[in-house]
């Protein structure tokens, strides 16, 4: 009996190690399939970042593969990554037959290929545009040059066997036929038609060139002039916005003027020589008055002016930047915009007024043509591939600053902000952020010359109509922006001695602090919000510089950070007499930013020594240091901010220009969760829009930079621009080993 006994224990403990051990495999095999899948996540998240820079549209589908496969901390970062950039709707051609010629009309596009008819689409706000039904009647087999006129009513076309057909597009889904010009017995190069479709222009191989008067053509095809002005084969032309004046460039290094107020007697203008730089793209600027030439040899782009077109003058040196040869050459609608399509890969954008670089868009192949879309934004055409790359512009940035961003401050809605940088740009400037991914510039304020500069600090009141501004004075500048193309100036306040570091305002809008680099902060009554009144001026314990200060939610207490290493509470309930209730230390450098969180009990604090400290301050008499100080971004913390009604916590440092992001949900124990890439060297600050879905950055690249940080909304995003979607074959060199699944649906 006692025998048996033994053997039914014996056999019970069999049992539970045999159904451990099977239990114990199960978890070893879930656990090996989860760590297979991060590691994969990992490295498609790595070739998305890598691609970014390279082939934005591929990159977006990567990213959401990585989320989808495990959504690691890469993947995260890949998926909200993707709105930092100028989106691109890839087009790639229609059954396979690869794009060779593209011309565009407001927002009608007509598209030759090389093995097909030439086609209409038109772009819409989603996705891929809609192409119309029928190819173009009497197609040539392969359309090398295109051109509209009269607001997209012609369309002219040019082949390589000599021939240019003639369509009237008044009715895109009924194209009609009007003429077939042929017996030209050379290649055309090149075709324009004048602004209202009147004339017809063609440059030949042999650079003849060849004006028809439109009407003429249903009757006969003889040119109303025929220009043998050039030695070499024709590269380029454009007309002038009025239709009055005709530019052709050549093999030659010669641009040519003619006036075309007659076109059977073309009057020659002058001739502009360009030595040793051949000219491949020409366009007029919208009020006629500036040619821009992009060149092959050097690579620039030039721009005369042609306000008198006798006596055409060059102005200034080219503008560089491309590494090839300039193939394309368009003005935005408002002119202020120069895009030049280079065969390095990129498009160029250039500032016409300060010919400054505004972006560079990165395409995977050489880029052939550019034209601007009536909304603004380009569609550029690449060879080898035979894609077109519709952009939208101006991207999630806010540029066009000659000096580092300091401060980014929003409104309680979160769809105005201002941007403040630093004394070199000396301006405040007020904008729209409806659509975070096309902010838009409401209007501007001028500081002044001299030490009465603007300082890069600044807070907007609550309802965006009043903006506070530190100069390097020691004053503060009050603005109202309730119209910001009109700033009015209501108020200079002078509270310190020395420039001011930092202005926040009071989250019910009635006090506003000042911090200097005096060694003292102030504070200041916003009863009559366009007239501050000086209430107090507090020297904390050490009178070193002094950097951020931030308000709790309830505006009861502030926290002032400082050179000395510790950040300071002060309650400031009672604003004549501020009292120090709080002293934060244990850092080994001085402190540059702050932040509370939405319910105000919990506050962050960044230091020069490269990490953050948390602290509950539910009672900010006696606050209580939580865990470990966090490190992420390498260098000061320079930028700090909450999402509000989020457990997210973001920080910068100026030195690797990484944002990271973390989940503070247990402050005790914070996730990393997110890191972003800012101005490469150094972000200075970063601040949440007031629903938390919306991430700014300012930094050393003279911009703000905004992200949507809520992985599903940016995944509906992605989708709706998206355009072609990955292939299989794409698919199986980026994700290996897992079976073909779109990112996004087809509509």
Known sequence: MRRRTRLIALFVILVVLAVSGTAYARQERVTSARERSQALSRLVAD??????????????????????????????????????????????????ANTEAFAAAGSLIAIG???????????????????????????PSQATTMSFGNHGAVLAAGAEDGRIWLWNTADPQHPLLLAVVAGIGQPIDAVGLSPDGSVLAAG???????????????????????????????????????????????????????????????????????????????????????????????????????????????????????????????????GRTLAAASSDGQLWLFDVASRRVLAKLPHTHPVSAVAYLDDGTPLTLTVDDGALHWWRLPGPTASGFADAVFSIEFDASGHRFAVIPGAGENTAS??????????????????????GKFSGGGDLSADGNVLYLGTSDGSIQTWS?????????????????????????????????????????????????????????????????????????DGRTLAVNSLDHHSYLYDVSK???????????????????????????????????????????????????????????????????????????????????????????DPSHPAHTVTLAGAANGVYTVVFSADGRTLAAGGTDDAAQFWDVDVATVRTWICSVLGEPITPELWAQYVPGVSFRPVCPRN
Do not use: C
């Open 575 to 665: 604003p004549t007499a501020p009292t120090l209730v709080g002293t934060l230390g244990g850092f080994a450098g001085a402190t540059y930013s702050a932040a509370f969180n939405s319910t105000g009990h919990l506050l962050a604090v960044g230091s020069a020594d490269g990490t953050i400290g948390l602290w509950d301050t539910t009672d900010p008499r006696h606050p209580v240091q939580l865990g470990r100080k966090l490190v992420g971004p390498i260098g000061y913390i320079y930028g700090l901010a909450f999402a509000p009604g989020r457990s997210v916590l973001a920080a910068s440092g100026n030195e690797d220009g990484e944002i990271w992001m973390w989940n503070i949900a």
């Open 113 to 139: 290929t090389k093995q097909g008819p030439v086609r209409l689409a038109r772009f819409t706000d989603r996705g891929t545009p809609a192409t119309m039904d029928a190819s173009l009647p009497g197609t």
């Open 204 to 334: 030949t191989e042999s650079g003849t060139v060849l004006v028809w008067k439109v009407a003429d053509l249903t009757h006969s095809t003889a040119p109303a002039a025929v220009l043998n002005a050039f030695t070499n084969h024709v590269t380029t032309l454009a007309f002038s916005p009025d239709g009055s004046q005709l530019a052709v460039s050549a093999y030659d290094f010669t641009t040519r003027l003619w006036r075309l107020t007659r076109p059977d007697h073309p009057d020659p203008l002058a001739t502009i020589t360009t030595a040793a730089a051949r000219i491949f793209g020409l366009a007029f600027s919208p009020d006629g008055r500036t040619l821009a030439g992009g060149a092959a040899a050097g690579h620039d782009t030039y721009l005369w002016d042609v306000a008198n077109p006798s006596q055409p003058s060059q102005l200034g040196a080219p503008l560089t930047g491309p590494s090839s040869w300039v193939t394309s050459v368009a003005f935005s609608p408002d």
């Open 47 to 96: 070739e998305s970042n890598r691609l970014r820079g390279h082939d934005v549209s591929l990159a977006m589908q990567l990213a959401l593969a990585a989320y989808d496969i495990s959504p690691t901390t890469e993947a995260t970062s890949s998926v909200l990554a993707a709105t930092g950039v100028a989106a691109e709707t890839r087009l790639g051609p229609a059954s396979g």
């Open 430 to 451: 007020i904008w729209d952020t409806s659509s975070p991914h096309h902010p838009v510039r409401l209007g501007t304020i001028a500081g002044t010359a001299g030490p």
């Open 481 to 553: 922006v309730a119209d910001p193309a009109h700033p009015v100036s209501t108020e200079l306040t002078r509270t310190a001695s020395d420039l001011i570091e930092s202005v926040a305002v009071e989250p019910s809008g009635s006090l506003l602090a000042a911090s200097s680099d005096d060694g003292t902060f102030s504070l200041l009554s916003l009863a009559d919000p366009r007239h501050p009144v000086a209430l107090a001026k507090i020297t904390p314990p050490s009178k070193v510089q002094l950097y951020q200060v931030t308000f709790s939610p």
